[in-house]
């Protein structure tokens, strides 16, 4: 059985959204708070979960365990996701060192 078929997928998967539902997690690749967490399946303002390594590369590196792994997932839109496509995401800048 494939990984995102799996029962602890499917746990981790609706653990980590009821949490980001909570708090109306912003998706992290557009950063709008807008995620239709009870939207319909496949809607493109409904909730998707995000891997930050994609799975494909994840499979590729042999490393599938990385698709459980919370610190590797990040709420989206379905939009935004499918837009991403195989890719991974958006590398994150951090802070600035001065205002502008």
Known sequence: M?????RAYK???STLKAGWQA???PCALCGQADIRYDGAK????????DHKIS???????????????PTNCQP??????R???EG?????????????
């Open 88 to 100: 991974d995401g958006p590398v994150a800048l951090g802070e600035t060192s001065e205002e502008f």
């Open 23 to 25: 708090r109306n997690a």
């Open 11 to 13: 746990i981790l998967r």
């Open 55 to 69: 799975r494909k590369r994840c499979l590729a590196m042999g490393k599938p365990e990385l698709m459980l792994d």
């Open 76 to 81: 989206s839109h379905v939009r935004c996701n």
């Open 2 to 6: 494939d990984v995102i078929h799996s």
């Open 42 to 49: 496949n809607e493109p303002d409904s909730f998707e979960l």
């Open 83 to 85: 837009s991403k496509q």
